[in-house]
């Protein structure tokens, strides 16, 4: 075990519904790979993460359904919960930001903030609906963005030229909730002083050279008209700001965008209380030796190469105004922002309203979790936009999993099982036996040093270009045409069951779920690659129940590296499949189903 210790801060799942397979390709998969694969190098990984359950959509959903947000929140936090999980993401903790603690924390990095000058009161035009009276959020007002004039800006950023925009620069702004057009009347609140962090971002941005360049040319460009962003809301649901005489209005609450960042600070500190060790989370924010990796898709730099980076360094006393730390400590800015671009679906963009979706415990219900993953690592969103297609779905799971990687573990047990019934005794090796071995040991290096950079699509293809030659050097040494010399059989058959372990240890972060399968195949025994848990557990501080996703991941076997095959004699038996394949009938429905809005 290394003493180098990685936070893997992972984008807070929205809580007004259930998460489809567009999401998971830009934060679930790629951080899940990442902190495997740094677990099996031996270095101490925090994964965090849950639900981002305040602000306006919430309340949307629960006026729609007439209940609580609370009760909208409760149910798609549990459901939420048990996907990521069934999809095999091994947080450390996956919690929600409705917890006690995590309030705590939020109110904690604004009264810092508050403290050193970053935070300050003003009056402004806030939007109200004329037919309820209600406030409108910015997220809830759509118009023509005046800066490069894409019809369907919201009222807080443009999505398609990404500046921060308020409500009142749109041209023609109109209510997503019912079309109308919003009134603008005067409201108190307090703001976040981004022109004061100006030259403490660009010199920060400046030291970030190994981030991809779409991220940090992007984060870069946003220096240039840095404006105070809003930290309060006109909303009754989310985080009370903690001030005299705004702390119990029923109306101002903490924007959920800054309290969401907040989330990865407060989920680390939750964990380190449940660990035992109040303190324990100090490692990974504060030691000048740590590295924090923060994992979203395209939509979300900006509040975690700016707005988060903002608050750290405010909160630290670290923008042109000085001051000194809170009462947490100095805390540490990201290492890096990992930003995939957007998966779409048969050309279409994702939309739950226009049923253009695959939850993902529907897709699960279907098809195997690795699947999805090996889909997701080998052609998902990672520096360009990405179209999810069934018929390549298809071809991806029965061209690579299942004849290519599945294949060669199948036949190369089942000739094992068959002749010997366990692991063969190898005899003297042959120059091929030695290049196919050295092959797969010597991947662990690139394959390793790619991961790190979080470059896993050609992570992966290294990987499986390594099974290829496993695959070729089955095929040209034929084991099943020796039955005359069984001892240079049982020494093919053991190479190449050895760069089959070889193999596995470098699939396992992708394919987490069948490299436990291929361990036992293999003669192996207890837990190679450690499947999440799901918890039940009451709120530290208020008693209220909730679930957690966690694990004893320090109990796997799983290295980064080649480690010997099973004792010879060690039983085998005949393989299962660990790949289901998909006929072509599966393409049809499933273009049937998303026709039909029932995907």
């Not at 629960?62 to 091994?90: F, K």
């Not at 003003?122 to 109200?128: D, K, R």
């Not at 987490?512 to 450690?530: D, F, I, K, R």
Request: some cysteine; glycine content about 8%; overall charge negative.
């Amino acid at each position: 075990m290394s003493d180098r210790h990685i936070l893997t801060a992972v984008a807070w799942p929205y809580a007004n519904g259930p998460r489809h397979i567009g999401h998971v390709s830009g934060f679930g998969v790629p951080s899940d790979v990442f902190s495997r694969y740094h677990r099996m190098a031996g270095d101490k990984v925090l994964m965090v993460s849950g639900t981002d359950e305040h602000g306006t959509p919430i309340t949307v959903a629960a006026d729609a359904e007439g209940v609580t947000p609370r009760e909208i929140a409760d149910r798609n936090n549990r459901i939420i919960v048990q996907d990521l999980a069934s999809l095999g993401l091994s947080y450390d903790l996956f919690t929600r930001t409705t917890t006690a603690n995590h309030a705590a924390v939020s109110q904690e990095i604004f009264l810092g903030l508050l403290k050193n000058g970053y935070v300050f009161p003003q009056t402004t035009l806030g939007a109200i609906s004329p037919s309820t009276g209600r406030t409108l959020p910015d997220r809830y007002i759509e118009g023509t963005c005046p800066i490069c004039g894409y019809d369907g800006a919201r009222g807080d950023q443009c999505d398609n030229c990404g500046n921060q925009l308020d409500p009142t620069d749109l041209i023609n702004p109109v209510s997503r909730i019912n079309g109308e057009t919003p009134r603008f009347v005067e409201s108190e609140h307090y703001f976040l002083d981004l022109p004061a962090f100006t030259r403490a971002l660009g010199d920060w941005l400046a030291t970030r050279r190994s981030w991809r360049p779409n991220v940090l040319n992007f984060s870069v460009n946003l220096l240039e008209d840095l404006k105070p962003r809003s930290y309060t809301r006109d909303i009754d649901w989310g985080v009370p700001v903690p001030l005299e005489g705004w702390r119990d209005r029923p109306d101002k609450r903490i924007y959920v965008w800054f309290d969401a960042v907040v989330g990865y600070l407060s989920a680390s500190i939750e964990w380190a209380r449940r660990s035992g060790d109040a303190d324990a989370w100090r490692q990974w924010w504060q030691a000048p030796d740590s590295d924090a990796y923060y994992f979203m898709g395209k939509d979300n730099i900006v509040f975690h190469s700016e707005i988060w980076p903002a608050q750290l360094l405010g909160y630290n006393g670290e923008g042109d105004k000085g001051g000194t730390p809170g009462s947490l400590g100095r805390l540490n800015l990201p290492t890096e922002v990992v930003s995939s671009e957007f998966l779409t679906m048969e050309g279409r963009k994702f939309s739950s309203s226009r049923q253009v979706v695959i939850y993902v415990r529907d897709f699960l219900a279907r098809y195997d979790a690795d699947a999805l993953r090996y889909f997701i690592a080998v052609a998902g969103p990672e520096n360009q936009d990405t179209d999810f297609t069934w018929a390549e779905f298809r071809r991806r799971n029965n061209d690579e999993l299942v004849a290519g990687w599945g294949n060669l573990v199948n036949r190369s047990v089942s000739m094992a099982a068959k002749n010997v019934g366990a692991v063969p005794t190898p005899g003297e090796l042959t120059d091929e036996d030695r290049a196919l071995l050295a092959t797969t040991s010597g991947a662990f290096g690139p394959v390793g040093e790619l991961l790190s950079r979080n470059r896993q699509k050609a992570a992966i293809g290294e990987a499986m270009r390594v099974v290829g030659e496993a695959n070729k050097y089955l095929s040209d040494q034929a084991p099943w045409k020796l039955k005359e010399d069984p001892a240079r059989r049982d020494t093919v058959l053991h190479t190449a069951l050895q760069a089959i372990k070889d193999c596995n240890a470098l699939l396992t972060p992708f394919l987490p779920h069948s490299a436990q399968q291929v361990h036992e195949l293999l003669g192996g025994t207890g837990v190679w690659s450690v499947a999440p848990e799901v918890h039940e557990v009451t709120d530290l501080d208020d008693g209220s129940p909730y679930p957690i996703i966690t694990g004893p991941y320090e109990q796997g076997q799983a290295v980064w590296g080649s480690t010997p095959l099973a004792a010879p004699g060690t039983p085998l038996s005949p393989p299962k499949p660990i790949f289901t394949k998909l006929d072509e009938s599966v393409v049809e429905e499933e273009i049937r189903r998303l026709e039909e809005g029932s995907a």
